[in-house]
């Protein structure tokens, strides 16, 4: 069974800058998918970013398109998040996640079978 672990959280002044690490184990980064996702105090989960290592893609959806960037180091076992150009809406607890196949849908949630923790991050106006 995978295991996934988040760091990096904190606050920050819009505007700034912060990068969240996941590690992993158990997971076959390689033949898989891996996914950052936020979720809101009052909202959904919603995905930030999804990256196939093997097959060289990524994805975003819009409102993060241009600010976030998600990297794979298979050989250190984790995922990161580059965010950047932060605004008060990306405020909420953000998790790695990891699907054995989530071509179909890589950015919907139902997609991913193992989840970390979260790790916290509010961006003050």
């Known amino acids: 069974q995978e295991q996934l672990m988040e760091y990096g959280g904190r606050s920050v002044e819009s505007g700034g800058s912060l990068r969240l690490s996941c590690f992993f184990s158990?997971?076959?980064?390689?033949?898989?998918?891996m996914a950052w996702f936020r979720q809101s105090f009052e909202g959904q989960r919603e995905a930030v970013a999804a990256?196939?290592?093997?097959?060289?893609?990524?994805y975003y959806p819009d409102p993060v398109t241009g600010r976030f960037a998600v990297s794979l180091n298979a050989g250190e076992k984790g995922v990161f998040l580059q965010m950047t150009r932060l605004k008060p809406e990306d405020t909420g607890k953000y998790y790695c996640?990891?699907?054995?196949?989530?071509?179909?849908?890589?950015?919907?949630?139902?997609?991913?079978?193992?989840w970390g923790q979260g790790t916290q991050v509010t961006v003050s106006s």
């Open positions: 996640a990891y699907s054995v196949d989530c071509r179909a849908a890589p950015l919907r949630a139902s997609s991913y079978r193992s």
């Open positions: 158990g997971a076959n980064s390689d033949h898989g998918c």
């Open positions: 990256i196939h290592h093997r097959e060289g893609w990524e």
